[in-house]
């Protein structure tokens, strides 16, 4: 088991920044991807960001590609946010997979884009 926690949501003006951590612990040898999606009020949850454990290889959304950065240092997985936009808006979820399981969630985190 896996568990997630993270952190570092809260309200950005349009054109600012934040970045979300997002610490796991327990089995995290069984980790093989790391990522974060989102969920907008109404709308279903979408993938945002992924980052590969052992490659550091990373994939992104078109949505936010050249504005989100994901990285990974040890167990802490980070998502920079620059050039917000009020689409942004939304709960932001830290995950982890297996090789082929399912998503493992957090909690979730809000992230609100208004100015």
């Known amino acids: 088991q896996v568990q997630l926690v993270e952190s570092g949501g809260g309200l950005v003006q349009p054109g600012g920044s934040l970045r979300l951590s997002c610490t796991a612990s327990?089995?995290?040898?069984?980790?093989?991807?790391m990522g974060w999606f989102r969920q907008a009020a109404g709308k279903e949850r979408e993938f945002v960001a992924s980052?590969?454990?052992?490659?550091?290889y990373t994939q992104y959304a078109d949505s936010v590609k050249g504005r989100f950065t994901i990285s990974r240092d040890n167990a802490n997985v980070y998502l920079q946010m620059n050039s917000l936009e009020p689409e942004d808006t939304a709960v932001y979820y830290c995950a982890s997979r297996g090789g082929s399981g399912p998503w493992n969630w957090g909690q979730g985190t809000q992230v609100t884009v208004s100015s």
């Open positions: 980052t590969a454990w052992r490659t550091f």
């Open positions: 327990g089995v995290i040898s069984s980790i093989y991807f």
